[in-house]
C-alpha cells in the first residue's frame, strides 16, 4: 500500500488500480494542463459563441447518515464547473468534512447521487472508485502528509506511483511541479529542512503533478502563519489562473470571503451559495519561502 494511502489519493489497493474506469487526463497540446477528460474549458468554438465548460462536481440530494442516527449531510445538491475556484465554509461540526470526503470519493453517501468529472459513483466499484479517485482528484492537507527523510522531488512523485510513468519520468515531472509552486532550489531538502509554508507547497505540487480535474484544499492554511498561509492561497488562486478547479474546504470566513464563490453549509446543509465578484487576490511575494 501506497505510504499515502492515508491522503485518499491512492487508497484501497496496493496495486496498480484499474484506470479502464477513469479516462486519461493528459491535456491535449494547446489546451489548459487541467482540462481533463471533458470538453476544454476555454475553447471558443469559432461561431463567437460561449466557451463550453465541463461539470467536474454534481451532487444530488446527497444525504449521508451515521448510526446513532447522526444525518451529516442532508440533501445537498452542489455543482461545481471545470475551472472554478470555491471556498466550503462552516464551523466545527457543519457537515464538510463529510462532504469532502463525498466529493473526493473517500466515502459514499447514503442517498442521493454524485457525479465527478462524468463518472457515476454509485456505478463504480471500490477498486474503479479508487482508479477515479487516483487520476481525477488530488488532495491537500492541514497536515501535509510528507514522509520523513524523503526528499521534496521524491515527495511529490508519489503523487505519481500509479501512473504506470517510469521513475524517472516521475521524478522529472516532480521537479517541474516544485518549479511551478516556487520550490525548485528544493527538490533535494527533506521535509524536516523546510518551512511549513514550504512543506503545504510540496504537499500541493503532489497534488497537482498528476494534473487532476479537481484539487481539493482541506484547511490548507491551518498549520501555518498568517504570511505564510496567505502565500499559499496565492499560490492556489495562481493555479486556478491556470485552469485548476479548486474547493478550498475551510472554517474560516476571511478566506472563503476572498474567493469568486462562496458555499456555506450548516447542520449538513448547504444554507447559501453566493458569488464574491468584488473578490481581488492579494499579491504575495516571497511569503512563507
Not at 39 to 64: E, F, I, M, Q, W
Not at 100 to 124: E, F, Y
Not at 201 to 211: T, Y
Not at 262 to 279: F, K, L, T
Amino acid at each position: 500500500m501506497s505510504r499515502h494511502a492515508d491522503t485518499g489519493r491512492h487508497a484501497d489497493t496496493g496495486t496498480a488500480p484499474d484506470t479502464s474506469a477513469a479516462p486519461s487526463t493528459s491535456a491535449a497540446p494547446g489546451t489548459s494542463a487541467y482540462a481533463g477528460t471533458g470538453t476544454d474549458a476555454h475553447a471558443g468554438t469559432g461561431t463567437g459563441t460561449a466557451p463550453r465548460t465541463r461539470t467536474v462536481v454534481a451532487l444530488n440530494g446527497v444525504t449521508k447518515e451515521y448510526p446513532g442516527p447522526v444525518a451529516a449531510l442532508r440533501g445537498v445538491d452542489l455543482t461545481v464547473e471545470e475551472g472554478e475556484l470555491l471556498g466550503i465554509v462552516g464551523p466545527s461540526g457543519s457537515g464538510k468534512s463529510t462532504l469532502l470526503h463525498i466529493i473526493g470519493t473517500l466515502d459514499r453517501p447514503t442517498a442521493g447521487s454524485v457525479h465527478i468529472a462524468g463518472h457515476d459513483v454509485a456505478a463504480l466499484s471500490d477498486r474503479r472508485l479508487s482508479a477515479l479517485r487516483a487520476q481525477h482528484v488530488g488532495f491537500v492537507f492541514q497536515a501535509f502528509h510528507l514522509v520523513p527523510g524523503v526528499s521534496a522531488r521524491d515527495n511529490v512523485a508519489e503523487g505519481l506511483l500509479y501512473s504506470g510513468l517510469s521513475r524517472s519520468v516521475r521524478r522529472r515531472k516532480a521537479a517541474e511541479a516544485l518549479e511551478r509552486v516556487g520550490l525548485a532550489d528544493r527538490v533535494d531538502h527533506k521535509p524536516h529542512q523546510l518551512s511549513g509554508g514550504q512543506k503545504q507547497r510540496v504537499a500541493i505540487a503532489r497534488a497537482v503533478v498528476g494534473e487532476p480535474a479537481l484539487l481539493l484544499a482541506d484547511e490548507p492554511t491551518g498549520a501555518l502563519d498568517s504570511a505564510s498561509g496567505e502565500a499559499v492561497m496565492q499560490l492556489l488562486r495562481d493555479l486556478n489562473r491556470e485552469g485548476a478547479t479548486i474547493a478550498v474546504i475551510t472554517h474560516d470566513t476571511e478566506i472563503a470571503r476572498k474567493l469568486p464563490r462562496e458555499v456555506r453549509i450548516r447542520d449538513g446543509q448547504v444554507v447559501a451559495d453566493v458569488r464574491n465578484p468584488s473578490s481581488v487576490p492579494s499579491m504575495v511575494t516571497g511569503a512563507g519561502r
